[in-house]
């Protein structure tokens, strides 16, 4: 049976997070590796196997074209990622993701999870957002909210300083997006004053600023372009964001790719050496890139900068120090250190997940629509029905008209943007409203009505306000899954929970066998020399075989020869606890020997968990 407990989880564009309400509290949620950040990464072996998280990250240099990563760009896009024949939407990948963040929360809390709060972020369009509903309901998530990450982690900022009246800002700036909004805090209330962003921004266009950097520089010193060599531009994007994040605290970081190509000379490497200056010199355009959504947000809001009075740092790329000097420069104040950048969004949707469940009812939270909704009209224009940075949830109506004498039919084009000319701005839907009475041009009279959920999300109703009669629409979503895909889609992830069960145990197994050959080797070193010989001999042998089927990778040798090898070691144990020589090994079956083993090497098992991941 599911628990009634909702989880609220970052579905991030680098690495993602859940949390959980504990006792009035988020609190973050580990995963299976120990981690409490899992990779948004997604790789399919040539086998058939699916790593999801630190395990895929792991191979991406050795598997790159069958890894997926930062597929939270390609959200509400048509993308799709073909490996082995099959092609995957953005959707079902980020699906994959989920269902590891959710399996490993049932493993972490014993308990099923069925419900959560998935935060996306503030400048994302209804496709991206409608696209990551679906993503939850592929892994098997009824999403209740979907909420705004910077609304997310202002949340997790204020819940500690209710009584309190500010203005905040939250600059978000992770591994793909960019986001600022503003809010003022007041006895609980936390009102969403404005929103901008650019979805299109963050780590990932520094790494490739190094990326590119690199490339040239190898050009210069070895006449190789490395452009199209996906499994060196995978070391490079590797390296330039251990090189960026080392950057964040030194002043320069070295460069050491060994046999990164070859030609007829023999093995090219690429030593080198990027300093602070250079990577702030290459980067500049992209720290710039981040004041037109900073001044846009404080121009809707109606404030100067001088009347924010706490700027919040959320997403690793906030750690930038070119980034933090920049906004030292443009507000004149230190930026908040109160909230871990890497976290607060996913306590922020637990909290949210907390409201939503009435255990928490002291906050309300007032989010708004950050980008413009409206119609296309004649001549290819856009006509704003509801304005960006209107609070949600919220509706709006507008009468439209035909163009033509006798015109019956019509098409309304939704879309959402700030640009005047309709192609420019996202294409949401297209409604055909048909069986109007023919009539002269401009004389129907056409109601095209847009609500708003509080998740942000848009729903579209037409009605021929002459004829009386409420007429049906067909909405074609222009791109994302239809609900038959998301069913189609929602059937293969479950098949997969499977399999990846099958991997998870794989995994365990593992994990138990090499502290169990780590617990063997000790106890034979400390205690061997006490006892009848061929105790340490069967314990050895036994040890053998386990270190043969781990170096060979068979999972099914690795239970096996484990759970013998445990046998072993219980023998020898009971010999050197009797202090008798003689004592003759007790014949134990698999079974008996389990609950022995839950004890100490289960605990030993926890403490190596990080590098058997490496496991694939
Ligand atoms: P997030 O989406 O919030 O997990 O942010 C991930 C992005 O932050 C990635 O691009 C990381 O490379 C980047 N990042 C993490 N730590 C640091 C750091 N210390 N310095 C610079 N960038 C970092």
């Known amino acids: 049976m599911s628990s009634d407990r909702i989880i609220g989880i970052d579905l991030g564009t680098t690495n993602s997070c859940v949390a959980i309400m504990e006792v009035g509290k988020p609190v973050i949620i580990e995963n299976f590796e120990g981690a409490r950040t899992t990779p948004s990464v997604v790789a399919f072996t040539r086998a058939g196997e699916r790593l999801v998280g630190q395990v ?32 995957h939407s953005p959707e079902q990948i980020s699906a994959m993701i989920l269902q590891k963040l959710k399996a490993d929360t049932e493993a972490y809390l014993g308990e099923k999870i069925s419900r959560a709060v998935i935060t996306v972020p503030a400048y994302f369009n209804d496709s991206q957002r409608q696209a990551t509903r679906d993503a939850g309901q592929i892994a098997g998530l009824d999403v209740l909210r979907i909420i705004n990450e910077p ?5 997790a900022y204020g819940l500690n300083r209710l009584d309190e009246h500010a203005t905040v800002l939250i600059f978000d700036l992770g591994g793909g997006t960019f986001d600022v909004s503003i809010l003022e805090i007041t006895d609980g209330v936390f009102e969403v004053k404005a929103t901008s962003g650019n979805n299109r921004l963050g780590g990932d266009d520094f790494d490739q600023s190094i990326i590119d950097w690199m490339v040239s520089e190898f050009n210069a010193s070895t006449g190789i372009d490395l452009s199209d060599d996906l499994m060196a531009i995978q070391r490079l994007k590797e390296t330039a964001e251990k090189t960026k994040i080392e950057l964040s605290t030194a002043m320069s970081s070295e460069i050491h790719l060994p046999f990164l190509t070859a030609d007829d000379g023999g093995p090219k490497h690429l030593e080198t050496v990027l300093s602070r200056t250079k990577f702030n010199e290459l980067t500049a355009h ?10 846009q947000a404080l121009d809707d809001a109606g404030l100067h900068n001088d009347k924010i009075d706490h700027i919040i740092l959320v997403g690793g790329s906030t750690r930038i120090p070119a980034v933090q000097d920049t906004i030292r420069r443009y507000f004149g104040k230190e930026p908040s250190k ?10 922020g949707a637990a909290i949210q997940a907390s409201i939503l469940a009435g255990d928490v009812q002291d906050v309300l939270l007032l989010d708004v629509i950050p980008l413009s909704l409206g119609i296309e009209t004649a001549g290819g224009l856009f006509t704003r029905v509801i304005e ?4 949600i949830p919220t509706s709006g109506t507008m009468p439209f008209t035909t163009t033509e004498d006798g015109q019956t039919s019509v098409e309304v084009h939704v879309l959402q943007g700030e640009r005047e000319i309709a192609a420019h701005n996202k294409s949401l839907a297209k409604f055909h409203l048909a069986g109007i009475p023919a009539a002269p041009r401009g004389v129907p009279k056409i109601e095209v009505t847009f609500d708003i959920d509080a998740d942000g999300i848009v729903h579209c109703s037409a009605r021929d306000y002459g004829s009386g009669i409420k007429h049906s629409v067909t909405i074609q979503r222009s791109t994302g899954l239809s609900p038959e895909e998301v069913e189609v889609f929602q059937k293969e992830a479950a098949e997969f929970a499977d399999a990846d069960k099958v991997l998870r145990e794989q995994i365990t197994n593992r994990v138990h066998a090499e502290a169990l050959c780590a617990e063997a080797e000790r106890t034979v070193q400390k205690y061997g020399e006490r006892v009848e010989k061929s105790f340490v001999d069967k314990v050895m042998r036994a040890l053998d075989l386990v270190k043969e089927a781990l170096a060979s990778d068979n999972p ?21 606890h009797s202090g008798n020589r003689s004592v003759q090994p007790k014949k134990k079956t698999v079974e008996d020997s ?15 968990n990080k590098e058997t991941a490496n496991f694939d």
């Open 556 to 576: 099914d040798e690795i239970k096996q020869l484990s759970a013998g090898l445990d046998v072993s070691l219980l023998d020898l144990g009971r010999a050197i």
């Open 56 to 87: 895929g990250k792991r191979q991406a240099v050795t598997n790159p074209a069958r890894t997926i990563q930062s597929i939270k760009r390609e959200m509400g896009t048509n993308y799709r990622v073909t490996i082995d024949g099959a092609s």
């Open 151 to 155: 609304t997310a982690s202002a949340l």
């Open 594 to 608: 389990q609950p022995i083993e839950l004890g100490e090497s289960g605990q030993q098992a926890k403490g190596s």
């Open 338 to 347: 109160s909230v871990n950048p890497d976290e607060a969004v996913a306590l």
């Open 388 to 391: 960006r940075n209107t609070t």
């Open 286 to 295: 992209l720290v710039e890139a981040t004041l037109d959504p900073l001044r």
